[in-house]
């Protein structure tokens, strides 16, 4: 199995777990009220973690497989908005098959939030910036919810 498919199949897996998490969070009654909840006042919320789950699928595809996806730039305020969020994440990596990704060995730069150019193979920049940080934010996402006493099986 090739990088690119691994790492596809991580993301539309991933996504369709985090809505139905969502659809929980949106049955709740507290639905909306739950985007604003964050694991600890120095940390971002939950809609904000939405948000960047969404951005490592979007800067993924666009360093890799042939660009035009727009990230969102702010933090859904409903859970039906976080929810079309997800589902238009799944249709734009519906959209460029793993087949299209550039070759593994193929060098990438990106700039990681700092003021610093990193260089890598695609294979490791899915590997060690890609995943781990698509993983961090779905996990703080499934966290909130945990803490706000969301049963979520």
Known sequence: MSYATSV?????QTLAMLDGLLAKA???????ALLAEKLADDMLPLATQV???GHQVTNTLNRLAGGGCAHAETDPT???DARAHIADLRAMLANHAPESWLKSDTRVEYNAGSDYLFASEAHEYTRDWVIPNFYFHVT???AILRSKGLNLG
Do not use: K, L, N
């Open 8 to 12: 596809y199949t991580v993301f539309d």
């Open 26 to 32: 949106e049955a709740d009654e507290r639905g909306d």
């Open 51 to 53: 948000r960047f789950v």
């Open 78 to 80: 409903t859970m039906a």
């Open 140 to 142: 703080t996402a499934y």
